[in-house]
């Protein structure tokens, strides 16, 4: 078992900058892939940046450049550092976390949160402008 415990929401200005961070605990050697996932009301849970293990990321398009992911391992902690934010970046930001997928490749996981076996409990982000 594997649990997460987010924290850093709050709520900023557009343009504004939060650093949100997932501390993990349990089994943590049997985790491969640790994301963030951002769900705003009325909309469907979405992937905002996955980091594998090995130190490979991936990114929303919609936060490229402006979102970094990071971890880490000997505090078992992934951050998510949220430059230049917006006011559609409003939502609450879930971190999850999985075994290795070695059939599914990163990108996958990026767009498939039901692929994350451990989820926190949520951390609320709200951007006004």
């Known amino acids: 078992q594997v649990q997460l415990v987010e924290s850093g929401g709050g709520s900023v200005q557009s343009g504004g900058s939060l650093t949100l961070s997932c501390v993990a605990s349990g089994d943590t050697y049997t985790i491969d892939h640790m994301g963030w996932f951002r769900e705003a009301p009325g909309k469907e849970r979405e992937g905002v940046a996955v980091i594998e293990r090995s130190g490979i990321t991936i990114y929303a398009d919609s936060v490229k450049g402006r979102f970094t992911i990071s971890k880490d391992n000997a505090k078992n902690t992934v951050y998510l550092q949220m430059n230049s934010l917006k006011p559609e970046d409003t939502a609450m930001y879930y971190c999850?976390?999985?075994?290795?997928?070695?059939?599914?490749?990163?990108?996958?996981?990026?767009?498939?949160?039901?692929?994350?076996?451990?989820w926190g409990q949520g951390t609320q982000v709200t951007v006004s402008s």
């Open positions: 999850a976390a999985e075994f290795p997928r070695p059939q599914m490749h990163i990108i996958v996981m990026l767009a498939t949160p039901i692929a994350f076996r451990y």
